[in-house]
């Protein structure tokens, strides 16, 4: 499998692992958008996060709490930015699931979900989406 973050979970390539269970594995991000920028992925090859069974998602996000809380903690961080970037289109750069914990700090600028993509026009047809959304449900 040439993946590399495949390689980095079996050791083949090193990293500074912060976490590890039978589960997932943890580690600082090489390229760090701030202090402590961890990343967080299931052992288990997947590509996307919507690729992930629903039971695999719920267990990588109660992970992804444990170590924010913890870092949180031990940095004595007031916040941080949680998310993935899910598929190219999205950014993803590197196809093996994984979450950002990105903590963040008073004055290290004022990026936000928001700033990654702007809709113009800024609302369209709420309700009717909404719908549409929900009936996909049934
Ligand atoms: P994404 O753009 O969401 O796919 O994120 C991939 C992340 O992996 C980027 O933030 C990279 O900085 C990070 N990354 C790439 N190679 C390594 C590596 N060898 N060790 C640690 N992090 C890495
Ligand atoms: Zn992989």
Known sequence: M??????IVVGDIPSHKVYEDDFVYA????????????IV???KHI????????????????????????????MGL??????INN???AGQTVAHVHVHIIPRRAGDGEGN????VELHPPTGNLAELAETIRRSFE
């Open 27 to 38: 580690f600082l991000d090489i390229y760090p958008s701030s202090e402590g920028h961890t």
């Open 2 to 7: 040439d993946c590399l973050f495949c390689k």
């Open 78 to 83: 007031e916040g941080m930015n949680i998310g």
């Open 87 to 89: 598929g190219e289109i």
């Open 41 to 43: 992925l299931p052992k």
């Open 113 to 116: 979900m928001h700033t990654i």
């Open 47 to 74: 590509a996307k996060f919507t690729d992930m069974k629903k039971k695999d998602a719920a267990s990588l996000f109660f992970i992804v709490n444990k170590i924010a809380r913890n870092l949180e903690k031990t």
